[in-house]
């Protein structure tokens, strides 16, 4: 069974009228697929003689395993897929509208020590279908629409490089989602033979890298996968970056207390993006995993300052639903993964 919603518009295209149907069949169904359908009868101005004949086409649904609700508004769905896995996905409301940070992987191999998405590591890859249906579900039970995405939320984007892809000209076609790609963000723990093919896919979408160390002794301490690619090869990854797409990066940059607080961590992380078109994002750790500590409210403080006498484009991460755990991964861990 295949999920029709893996389709790209072009390949829909292309199966409907090699099974004799009009070319413009295939702008009927992408529309409906794309507004929240569960099933193929609900597509009113489509002759259901067509399913009969793509038997092996099936729509996917997930299902609402925990909807959380913070005081600030903020939403956080764990989601049931069809093979019983579980992901999850938070929606948070702005001045310039909602915002959504969804799972593009069923676990994560990456083993990042401050994260709890990677606990159990990688179960599988979400189908471009699946990685949608976060955006078009919790849109539809929230009834509001979703213009921003993030590709931030449990597993590595570019360790799922084909299906994010897809997901990322679907949700951008104007006969599905119509997100502008500029309202899309894809996060990466620096896969950086993947940020060089993301750069040449011609896809102005914003990379944000999540760094988190400025020396690659700090990182490796941290991150295994900085025992494959060193920081001078993603700045310069992330430079090429820049010069494709005109976009400026986004570093993220989790501070952990006595691990990568200092002064002088900020002093070289300020020499490591000096002259780029980039900005930094402080983020006060999570403290979901043993032996990871936030680093107080003054070192976080005198961090920033010193990225900003360097010239440095920095802001702090606002934290949003905290009373509901809503960094990615703590919910999931919790859940029966059977589907019993």
């Known amino acids: 069974m295949i999920n029709v919603k893996d389709f790209t518009y072009d390949e829909l295209s292309a199966l409907l009228m090699e099974n004799g149907e009009k070319s413009f069949r295939a702008g009927q169904v992408f529309k409906w697929l794309h507004s929240g359908v569960t099933c193929f009868d609900e597509m009113t101005n489509v002759p259901k003689s067509l399913w009969k ?26 989601w049931r897929l069809s093979d019983g896995e579980c992901i999850e996905s938070v929606v948070m409301n702005y001045e310039h509208g909602y915002s959504i940070c969804i799972s593009t992987q069923a676990g994560c191999s990456m083993g990042c020590k401050f994260c709890a998405s990677t606990i159990g590591g990688k179960i599988r890859d979400l189908t471009p279908g699946e990685i949608e249906d976060q955006i078009i579900f919790a849109g539809k039970d929230m009834g509001v629409r979703i213009s921003n995405v993030v590709l931030m939320g449990i ?29 899309i963000t894809l996060s990466t723990c620096g896969l950086v033979d993947k940020m060089y093919a993301l750069a040449d896919e011609g896809l102005p979408i914003t990379l944000s890298v999540s760094l988190h160390a400025p020396e690659d002794e700090i990182r490796r301490s941290i991150m295994p996968v ?57 983020i006060p750790v999570n403290e979901a995993r043993k032996n990871i500590s936030r680093s ?45």
């Not at 004949?53 to 764990?78: M, N």
């Not at 960094?327 to 589907?339: A, I, T, V, Y």
């Open 53 to 78: 004949k793509l038997p092996d086409l099936y729509i996917s649904v997930p299902k609402i395993e925990q909807k959380l609700v913070s005081s600030d508004g903020t939403v956080k769905y764990l």
């Open 296 to 340: 107080t409210g003054v070192t976080i403080g005198v961090f920033k300052d010193i990225l900003l006498q360097n010239g440095v484009n920095v802001t702090i991460r606002r934290t949003l639903g905290g009373d509901i755990n809503a960094s990615c991964g703590q919910l999931r861990n919790k859940s029966d993964r059977s589907g019993s």
């Open 226 to 282: 900085a025992n494959k690619y060193t920081i001078e090869e993603i700045i310069k990854a992330c430079k090429y970056y820049v010069r494709q797409t005109g976009r400026r990066v986004s570093f993220e940059y989790t501070l952990i207390k006595d691990v990568n607080d200092s002064k002088e961590n900020a002093k070289t992380l300020a020499s490591l993006v000096k002259g780029m078109q980039s900005h930094i994002n402080l």
């Open 155 to 183: 597993g590595e984007p570019l360790d799922n490089y084909d299906n994010v892809i897809k997901f990322i000209k679907n949700a951008g076609h104007e006969k599905g989602l119509n997100i502008g790609m500029r309202h």
